[in-house]
Every structure is written in structure tokens, then in C-alpha cells.
């Protein structure tokens, strides 16, 4: 009977391993998006950084531990084997929904996730122990026996607060830097950088350094940490940073703020580490503990109290140093953890430009409110001190040549200096008291306050970046409900299922992982294939033709590909096919709407005598967003039709519409070839193929009239079979437009020629 506990912590061992590649490829957004965003330093220097810090913060992490085994439930109340069953639910849950939510792109709560999932498999076995054991006299009232409620009401209610505190503290210490320093800082005096760098990086030593090396188990160090007087060491610490930092700006001339923002993100990533270690190994390592104090006490394991858990457990200090190893490995070569930074580094970003989520009611809302509460304090406070603060928060003059501007930095130095101060403060007060504290709620909402503060959030783009904040911040909602509710049914099938249910769940687990790692592979694969549209950056009406015919020639190149997709997958019947072409069609309208957005910054950069390119420029992304649209529509009234399982194409309808499909197909390979050589002296020939394709689609929408009024006897399959060929035509039509377009610029060019 033993042997089953043995093969249960191998699996556990072999679950802890994948739970900490899943979870820092979800939680490297925590401590590389300030660094990254601001673009202080290179992004091989900042892995670095990172990867020191948080080879340091898991040696810090062993008091953290004891949340696992003891800080969601009771474990005296729990015997050895269900206490197993409860660690087994949670790890096989945890490596599930946080692949999931990596999948989608998604950062959540590894915290959340743990702390959840913990409290519903610790749940679902005391209702089985108050209801499943015959008359024990229990009903749900007494629940709170076997789950440790106070304390984990407490670090619940700290997850949770942890929104609204870091919000507000990033929000108000942001405010007061920029009043001090403004967005003019390089120009400020240097006494007010050496300041703030003072205060910044005493900060960073006292609750990085020392409250987190305080918590480790680094023999004579650690002694002589905790030995020490916090307010002397503070006030010493103070004097010693302030006198640096005024050495290092006014003497030296070098950058304070590239400073804050070294030490900040090693502070960060080590206060990850040190916070969320507990969250990949506590389990296994409770798991383990458990099986040491129960295989030497001769006694069942249905029988043996866990009284040992809930007693302070000396950490493995080699289990935190390859847990550590393990996390830094994984930061560097998974492309998952160098994906997921993209989203708070958008809605953080200080300009204006493609914003990623759409807005919403509440968001509406929520920005018209904010207007009204604005002028109000306007109209409260004197006009002296408005004046004065918005003059604190006047931008730098953009130059007359804007750069490119997806290169920009998302922020400055200072707005990243604050949001790596604040949340390593935050996080690690929050573990040198033993609260997971959740640091994707923390960095996220501290991103979130500093951007408000810093009027990031204009008219332009408040109601799109809230909306993003909602639709996160909903994401964690679920991540709770989900975490717990599927701990709750794992741990139900294991108690019943025994062995035979373990192996069955981590072979489903198994499965779907490898099937998350193809599909995310293949999904690289499809977008290194996948020509992106370029941003014009040329200041010449030729230069302007010639990067924007590139754009052309992977915009026919895409159509070609969507359009047989589409036409093939409605044929076959293919739901699968249907939504790739579908998912592919949003992609092309979500770039060409890109394009459109960074027409300010192609005007401004064009030079006076060529301003007419704007127009052409104009002309030509409004053809492109027609193909678009067109191609939308055919890929969803397609994927709808077949989704609603309405009749299938008849066969004459087939055969029709596979001959458009070989002609439209002629139509667009040919125009790719030409924009891709700039061969435009060809383009003629186009126009006559696209004459001859609209007559074929004349000729088949005759025909399907007739059918209509002899023989069809399906009003769903003739829509969508008209509404085909009208959406061909205006496709073809639309891509002719552009053809048209550059013809004629041809002809003129070479006219002045």
C-alpha cells in the first residue's frame, strides 16, 4: 500500500517541474514589462537581471512554504492519505489552468490560482468526511473545523485589497514624482534625481535585500540580519543612498534612473521568487513532508493524523536552489514567458496608437464619470494650483519628424523606476509576513495607478485601455471560481477513482499539454509564414509607393489563402478550417486598422513637396480595408452556416463556385507577383482578368436566380450562396481599385518621366 504514496510523489515531482516552467511562463510579465516597456537597457541585460534575481529569491522563499501546508486548512483534522488527495488535485488543476490561460495570452494570479484550488480540494474532502463517514454528527456549520478560516479569510482579503492598494499607492507615488520631476526630468536639477534616487533605491535595499535575505536560510548572514535595528539600518541606509545617488548623478553624470531600474527589476524578480515559489513547490513539498512523518510511524495511512504539518518544517535549501535553476532556465527559452508582456505594456504605453481591446459599457461609463469628477476638483481647487500642476504634466514638444512608432518606448525612465519601486515594496512586505501576496495583481494594478497618474489614459484611449483593465481583472474573477471548483472535482474522482483516477487525470493532463505545446508551435509557425503589414516610414510620395506595394502584395498573397480556404472548408464541410480562416481574416482587418492608426505619423514625417502621397497613401489602405471586410463577411457567413449545421452546397452550386475560386485565385496570384517585383507596367493585364472574373460571377448569379425560382428549396442555402457572389464581386472590385490606383500613379510617374 505504501508503494502507491511512493508513485504519488514521483508524480507530484514530476508535476512541480511542469507547474514551474507553466507558471513563470505566465508570471515573467511581473517583473520584465517595466524594464522592457521603458527600453532602458537591452533585452539580453534585462533576462540577466532577472535571472540573478530570482536565482537569490528562491533561496528566500522557504517561509512562504508553510502556506501550503497549513495556511488554507487544518491539517490535524485531515489523515495522511486524504491530505494526498487534496496536494494531487491541486497540482494537476494548477498545471491545467494556468496552461490555459497561457495559451490564451492571458496573464492570471499563479497566487490566486493556488490559494483557490488549495480551499476547494480541502473543501470537497470535508464535506466528504462530515457527510461520507456514517454518523459523525457534523453538518456543513461545522466546516470551519477543517479549513483554517481566519487564515485564509486573511490572505483571501489580502489578494483582493492587493488590487485597490497597489492601484492607489502607484497612482500617488507616480503623481508626486512627476510634480517633482516632470516629464522634462533629464533637465531637472540634479539634486532633485539624487533625491529621488535616495529614496528609490533605499527602498529597494531595505525590503529587497534585507527583508528578503532575512527570510532565507543563509546560516551566519541571516543571524546577522535579524540582529539588526530596523531604524537605525534605515536611517543609515538613507544617508548612505542619498549621498550615492547625489555622487552618481552630480559627479559621475550618469543615469540614476537606468539604475532604479537595474536594481528594481533584480529587486522584482527576486521578490517573485521569494513570493511565489510557495505557489510550484509548496504543494509537492508539503506532499513529501507528510509522507516522511507518516512512513516511519507504522501506522495506515487512513488512520495517521497530520498533526506534523501544521508544526514549523525545516525548508531543503538544494530543493530551493533547483526550483530556482529551473525558473531561470525556463525565463530564457520559453517563448510563451517571452509573449505574455505584450498586454500590461499596451495599456500602459503613454502614447496613443492600436489599442487592443475594444471598449465596453462599463468602461464608457466609467470614463464619462471620471471627465465630470475631473472638472469638478477644477473648479474646487484655486486656479494657481491647477495651473501649476498641469504645467508639472506638460509633455516634451514631439519633433518635427516623429520616430518610428512601434520602437518608441511605452514610458519613461521615471514612470518605470516607480512601478518597479512600488510593487517590490508592496511584495515584499507582503512576504516577509508570510501573505502570498498575488504579484501579478500587484505589478499589474501598480502598471495600471502610474499610467492614470501620468494622464497616459487620454480622451483617445481611456475607454479602450479600462475596458482592458476590466477584462483582466475579470479573467482573475474566474481564475478563483474555475481554480476552485475544478480542485473540487479532481479531488472528488480521486477519492472515489483511487490510483486508477490519478493516472487517468495525469494522463489527461499529459495530453493536453502536449497538444497545448503543438498547437502553440504550429501557431508560430503560421505567423513566422504569415507576411505582417508594415507601418510606412518613407518621406517621398516613391518611397511611399514602393514600401506600401509591399503591403499590397501580402495583403493579395493573405486574400488568396483566406478566400480558397473559406470557399474549400464551406465546401468540405470543415468547421476547423472554417475558424482558422476566420481567425486569419480578423487578423488582416486588425493590421490594416493598424496601418490606418499611424497615418498621423506618416503625414508628419513627409516631407512638404510630396504631401500628396498622403492622399494616394489614404486612398489605398481604404481599398485594403474593403478586401478586408469583404473577406470577413464571406468567413463568417460561411463559418455560421455550416456552425448552425444548415444544408450542405448543392453540387451544381459547388461546382460553380469552385471555378471562381480558381479564377479569383489566378486574379490575386498574378497581382501578388507584380506588387512584389514593383513590375507595374503589368498591371493592365489584371484589370482584363478582373473584367472576366465579375462576368463569371454575373453568369453564376444568373444561374443560381433560376435555380431559385425551378428548383431550390433551401431559403438558407440561397443567402448564403448569393451572398457569396455579391461579397466575391465587391472583393474583386475593391482589390481592382488598388490595382487602379497604382496604375495610374504609374502612368503619371512615367508621363513626367
Given at each position: 500500500?505504501?508503494?502507491?504514496?511512493?508513485?504519488?510523489?514521483?508524480?507530484?515531482?514530476?508535476?512541480?517541474?511542469?507547474?514551474?516552467?507553466?507558471?513563470?511562463?505566465?508570471?515573467?510579465?511581473?517583473?520584465?514589462?517595466?524594464?522592457?516597456?521603458?527600453?532602458?537597457?537591452?533585452?539580453?541585460?534585462?533576462?540577466?537581471?532577472?535571472?540573478?534575481?530570482?536565482?537569490?529569491?528562491?533561496?528566500?522563499?522557504?517561509?512562504?512554504?508553510?502556506?501550503?501546508?497549513?495556511?488554507?486548512?487544518?491539517?490535524?483534522?485531515?489523515?495522511?492519505?486524504?491530505?494526498?488527495?487534496?496536494?494531487?488535485?491541486?497540482?494537476?488543476?494548477?498545471?491545467?489552468?494556468?496552461?490555459?490561460?497561457?495559451?490564451?495570452?492571458?496573464?492570471?494570479?499563479?497566487?490566486?490560482?493556488?490559494?483557490?484550488?488549495?480551499?476547494?480540494?480541502?473543501?470537497?474532502?470535508?464535506?466528504?468526511?462530515?457527510?461520507?463517514?456514517?454518523?459523525?454528527?457534523?453538518?456543513?456549520?461545522?466546516?470551519?473545523?477543517?479549513?483554517?478560516?481566519?487564515?485564509?479569510?486573511?490572505?483571501?482579503?489580502?489578494?483582493?485589497?492587493?488590487?485597490?492598494?497597489?492601484?492607489?499607492?502607484?497612482?500617488?507615488?507616480?503623481?508626486?514624482?512627476?510634480?517633482?520631476?516632470?516629464?522634462?526630468?533629464?533637465?531637472?536639477?540634479?539634486?532633485?534625481?539624487?533625491?529621488?534616487?535616495?529614496?528609490?533605491?533605499?527602498?529597494?535595499?531595505?525590503?529587497?535585500?534585507?527583508?528578503?535575505?532575512?527570510?532565507?536560510?543563509?546560516?551566519?548572514?541571516?543571524?546577522?540580519?535579524?540582529?539588526?535595528?530596523?531604524?537605525?539600518?534605515?536611517?543609515?541606509?538613507?544617508?548612505?543612498?542619498?549621498?550615492?545617488?547625489?555622487?552618481?548623478?552630480?559627479?559621475?553624470?550618469?543615469?540614476?534612473?537606468?539604475?532604479?531600474?537595474?536594481?528594481?527589476?533584480?529587486?522584482?524578480?527576486?521578490?517573485?521568487?521569494?513570493?511565489?515559489?510557495?505557489?510550484?513547490?509548496?504543494?509537492?513539498?508539503?506532499?513529501?513532508?507528510?509522507?516522511?512523518?507518516?512512513?516511519?510511524?507504522?501506522?495506515?495511512?487512513?488512520?495517521?493524523?497530520?498533526?506534523?504539518?501544521?508544526?514549523?518544517?525545516?525548508?531543503?535549501?538544494?530543493?530551493?536552489?533547483?526550483?530556482?535553476?529551473?525558473?531561470?532556465?525556463?525565463?530564457?527559452?520559453?517563448?510563451?514567458?517571452?509573449?505574455?508582456?505584450?498586454?500590461?505594456?499596451?495599456?500602459?504605453?503613454?502614447?496613443?496608437?492600436?489599442?487592443?481591446?475594444?471598449?465596453?459599457?462599463?468602461?464608457?461609463?466609467?470614463?464619462?464619470?471620471?471627465?465630470?469628477?475631473?472638472?469638478?476638483?477644477?473648479?474646487?481647487?484655486?486656479?494657481?494650483?491647477?495651473?501649476?500642476?498641469?504645467?508639472?504634466?506638460?509633455?516634451?514638444?514631439?519633433?518635427?519628424?516623429?520616430?518610428?512608432?512601434?520602437?518608441?518606448?511605452?514610458?519613461?525612465?521615471?514612470?518605470?523606476?516607480?512601478?518597479?519601486?512600488?510593487?517590490?515594496?508592496?511584495?515584499?512586505?507582503?512576504?516577509?509576513?508570510?501573505?502570498?501576496?498575488?504579484?501579478?495583481?500587484?505589478?499589474?494594478?501598480?502598471?495600471?495607478?502610474?499610467?492614470?497618474?501620468?494622464?497616459?489614459?487620454?480622451?483617445?484611449?481611456?475607454?479602450?485601455?479600462?475596458?482592458?483593465?476590466?477584462?483582466?481583472?475579470?479573467?482573475?474573477?474566474?481564475?478563483?471560481?474555475?481554480?476552485?471548483?475544478?480542485?473540487?472535482?479532481?479531488?472528488?474522482?480521486?477519492?472515489?477513482?483511487?490510483?486508477?483516477?490519478?493516472?487517468?487525470?495525469?494522463?489527461?493532463?499529459?495530453?493536453?499539454?502536449?497538444?497545448?505545446?503543438?498547437?502553440?508551435?504550429?501557431?508560430?509557425?503560421?505567423?513566422?509564414?504569415?507576411?505582417?503589414?508594415?507601418?510606412?516610414?518613407?518621406?517621398?510620395?516613391?518611397?511611399?509607393?514602393?514600401?506600401?506595394?509591399?503591403?499590397?502584395?501580402?495583403?493579395?498573397?493573405?486574400?488568396?489563402?483566406?478566400?480558397?480556404?473559406?470557399?474549400?472548408?464551406?465546401?468540405?464541410?470543415?468547421?476547423?478550417?472554417?475558424?482558422?480562416?476566420?481567425?486569419?481574416?480578423?487578423?488582416?482587418?486588425?493590421?490594416?486598422?493598424?496601418?490606418?492608426?499611424?497615418?498621423?505619423?506618416?503625414?508628419?514625417?513627409?516631407?512638404?513637396?510630396?504631401?500628396?502621397?498622403?492622399?494616394?497613401?489614404?486612398?489605398?489602405?481604404?481599398?485594403?480595408?474593403?478586401?478586408?471586410?469583404?473577406?470577413?463577411?464571406?468567413?463568417?457567413?460561411?463559418?455560421?452556416?455550416?456552425?448552425?449545421?444548415?444544408?450542405?452546397?448543392?453540387?451544381?452550386?459547388?461546382?460553380?463556385?469552385?471555378?471562381i475560386i480558381l479564377r479569383s485565385h489566378e486574379v490575386f496570384a498574378v497581382s501578388q507577383t507584380i506588387f512584389t517585383k514593383k513590375d507595374f507596367g503589368k498591371l493592365a493585364e489584371i484589370?482584363?482578368?478582373?473584367?472576366?472574373?465579375?462576368?463569371?460571377?454575373?453568369?453564376?448569379?444568373?444561374?443560381?436566380?433560376?435555380?431559385?425560382?425551378?428548383?431550390?428549396?433551401?431559403?438558407?442555402?440561397?443567402?448564403?450562396?448569393?451572398?457569396?457572389?455579391?461579397?466575391?464581386?465587391?472583393?474583386?472590385?475593391?482589390?481592382?481599385?488598388?490595382?487602379?490606383?497604382?496604375?495610374?500613379?504609374?502612368?503619371?510617374?512615367?508621363?513626367?518621366?
Amino acid at each position: 500500500m505504501g508503494d502507491i504514496y511512493v508513485y504519488m510523489l514521483v508524480i507530484l515531482a514530476g508535476l512541480a517541474i511542469t507547474d514551474l516552467v507553466v507558471g513563470v511562463s505566465n508570471d515573467a510579465v511581473n517583473f520584465l514589462n517595466s524594464a522592457i516597456g521603458s527600453k532602458a537597457i537591452s533585452f539580453k541585460t534585462i533576462m540577466i537581471i532577472a535571472s540573478i534575481g530570482i536565482a537569490v529569491g528562491a533561496l528566500s522563499s522557504s517561509g512562504m512554504m508553510e502556506v501550503a501546508r497549513k495556511g488554507i486548512f487544518v491539517p490535524s483534522e485531515f489523515y495522511f492519505d486524504e491530505v494526498m488527495i487534496i496536494f494531487m488535485a491541486v497540482m494537476i488543476t494548477d498545471i491545467l489552468l494556468l496552461d490555459f490561460f497561457n495559451s490564451m495570452g492571458l496573464p492570471t494570479s499563479t497566487t490566486v490560482s493556488i490559494v483557490f484550488e488549495l480551499l476547494g480540494a480541502a473543501v470537497c474532502m470535508s464535506l466528504i468526511k462530515i457527510y461520507g463517514e456514517g454518523e459523525t454528527g457534523e453538518t456543513i456549520l461545522d466546516l470551519g473545523k477543517y479549513i483554517a478560516s481566519d487564515k485564509a479569510i486573511e490572505i483571501i482579503l489580502g489578494i483582493l485589497l492587493s488590487v485597490v492598494v497597489a492601484f492607489t499607492i502607484g497612482a500617488l507615488v507616480q503623481f508626486l514624482s512627476r510634480l517633482m520631476l516632470t516629464f522634462n526630468y533629464p533637465k531637472r536639477p540634479a539634486y532633485l534625481a539624487g533625491f529621488f534616487g535616495g529614496l528609490s533605491l533605499t527602498s529597494l535595499f531595505y525590503f529587497i535585500i534585507v527583508k528578503g535575505l532575512k527570510g532565507a536560510d543563509l546560516g551566519g548572514l541571516t543571524s546577522f540580519l535579524n540582529g539588526l535595528d530596523v531604524y537605525t539600518l534605515v536611517g543609515w541606509a538613507t544617508v548612505f543612498w542619498m549621498l550615492f545617488s547625489y555622487l552618481y548623478v552630480y559627479v559621475m553624470k550618469w543615469d540614476i534612473y537606468k539604475l532604479i531600474i537595474i536594481l528594481g527589476t533584480f529587486g522584482l524578480a527576486m521578490a517573485f521568487a521569494g513570493n511565489d515559489l510557495v505557489n510550484f513547490i509548496g504543494v509537492p513539498i508539503g506532499a513529501y513532508q507528510a509522507w516522511e512523518a507518516w512512513s516511519g510511524s507504522g501506522v495506515d495511512a487512513t488512520a495517521y493524523g497530520m498533526a506534523a504539518l501544521g508544526e514549523k518544517l525545516p525548508s531543503n535549501k538544494w530543493l530551493l536552489v533547483l526550483a530556482g535553476v529551473i525558473m531561470v532556465v525556463t525565463l530564457w527559452f520559453s517563448s510563451k514567458a517571452q509573449a505574455v508582456v505584450k498586454t500590461s505594456v499596451d495599456l500602459a504605453r503613454q502614447d496613443s496608437g492600436t489599442e487592443r481591446f475594444q471598449s465596453n459599457a462599463l468602461s464608457r461609463i466609467l470614463v464619462r464619470y471620471s471627465l465630470n469628477a475631473a472638472e469638478a476638483i477644477q473648479h474646487i481647487l484655486p486656479e494657481k494650483a491647477t495651473n501649476y500642476i498641469a504645467s508639472r504634466f506638460e509633455k516634451l514638444p514631439e519633433p518635427a519628424v516623429v520616430p518610428k512608432h512601434a520602437d518608441k518606448p511605452a514610458f519613461d525612465y521615471v514612470r518605470a523606476s516607480v512601478n518597479l519601486m512600488v510593487a517590490s515594496i508592496l511584495i515584499s512586505i507582503a512576504t516577509s509576513f508570510k501573505l502570498p501576496l498575488s504579484t501579478t495583481y500587484v505589478t499589474f494594478m501598480v502598471a495600471m495607478g502610474t499610467s492614470l497618474a501620468d494622464r497616459a489614459w487620454g480622451t483617445e484611449s481611456a475607454v479602450y485601455r479600462i475596458a482592458g483593465v476590466l477584462n483582466v481583472i475579470g479573467g482573475w474573477f474566474f481564475t478563483a471560481f474555475s481554480a476552485f471548483t475544478a480542485a473540487a472535482v479532481f479531488a472528488l474522482i480521486i477519492y472515489y477513482g483511487g490510483f486508477y483516477a490519478i493516472l487517468g487525470l495525469v494522463v489527461v493532463a499529459i495530453v493536453l499539454l502536449v497538444r497545448s505545446f503543438v498547437n502553440h508551435k504550429n501557431s508560430q509557425l503560421v505567423e513566422k509564414e504569415t507576411e505582417e503589414l508594415k507601418k510606412a516610414e518613407s518621406n517621398t510620395i516613391q518611397g511611399i509607393i514602393d514600401e506600401s506595394s509591399e503591403n499590397v502584395a501580402a495583403v493579395f498573397k493573405r486574400s488568396k489563402r483566406i478566400y480558397k480556404n473559406t470557399l474549400d472548408g464551406l465546401i468540405s464541410q470543415d468547421l476547423n478550417i472554417l475558424k482558422s480562416s476566420k481567425k486569419e481574416a480578423n487578423k488582416l482587418s486588425g493590421e490594416i486598422d493598424g496601418l490606418r492608426n499611424n497615418i498621423f505619423y506618416l503625414i508628419r514625417n513627409l516631407d512638404e513637396q510630396h504631401l500628396g502621397a498622403s492622399k494616394f497613401y489614404i486612398e489605398v489602405l481604404g481599398n485594403l480595408q474593403d478586401i478586408s471586410q469583404s473577406l470577413d463577411y464571406i468567413s463568417k457567413s460561411a463559418t455560421t452556416h455550416i456552425d448552425n449545421n444548415h444544408k450542405s452546397l448543392k453540387f451544381t452550386q459547388i461546382k460553380d463556385l469552385k471555378e471562381i475560386i480558381l479564377r479569383s485565385h489566378e486574379v490575386f496570384a498574378v497581382s501578388q507577383t507584380i506588387f512584389t517585383k514593383k513590375d507595374f507596367g503589368k498591371l493592365a493585364e489584371i484589370i482584363t482578368l478582373k473584367q472576366e472574373l465579375l462576368g463569371l460571377i454575373d453568369q453564376k448569379i444568373d444561374k443560381q436566380v433560376k435555380r431559385t425560382k425551378d428548383t431550390e428549396n433551401s431559403p438558407k442555402n440561397t443567402t448564403l450562396y448569393f451572398g457569396l457572389l455579391l461579397e466575391t464581386r465587391d472583393l474583386m472590385n475593391a482589390a481592382m481599385n488598388v490595382v487602379e490606383r497604382y496604375y495610374t500613379e504609374y502612368d503619371a510617374k512615367r508621363f513626367e518621366d
